[in-house]
């Protein structure tokens, strides 16, 4: 599929709140509320998100996988698992990020055999309002974490 949605809003999701795979979409916005798994997950495609409010995702606030590209110009994740995570192949690139009460706010890495790791490029992060970010960054030897402006 492929195309542009002006809003999207999700609460109470019993799984992914929203999950695209093979496509092409620009989003406007997405709110997402109480996602039992990740709030927005993106594989095999190409996505552009301009503003993204995402809370209490059990999992993931967003995750990027499977040779996937994803463009988020805004986003606040608050009281999320991991906040942005990039894996097997995928490129995310972030803009603006502001990340709240979340265990991780960055993680990259290789999760599936058939693929390498992931890239997640941040240009400016407010992380748990954090001095030693450190403490909520992860990634493996085959993926890259690249800050701007940090």
Known sequence: SNGSIKKIEVTNSKSDGVDMDFSEFFI???KIINSQGDCL???YGSYKI?????SNCLD??????EESIV???KI????????L???DFSQLYINNAIIKNSDWCLQAYNKKSEFSGGLLNVKNLNCNESINIDDHIKSDYRSKI???NF
């Open 41 to 43: 997950d993106f594989s």
């Open 85 to 87: 995570v990039s894996k």
């Open 71 to 73: 463009d988020i110009n």
């Open 60 to 65: 993931k606030g967003v995750s990027s996988g």
């Open 146 to 148: 690249l800050f701007e």
């Open 76 to 83: 606040k994740i608050n009281n999320s698992n991991m906040g």
């Open 28 to 30: 406007k916005e997405a």
């Open 50 to 54: 301009e503003y993204a409010d995402l």
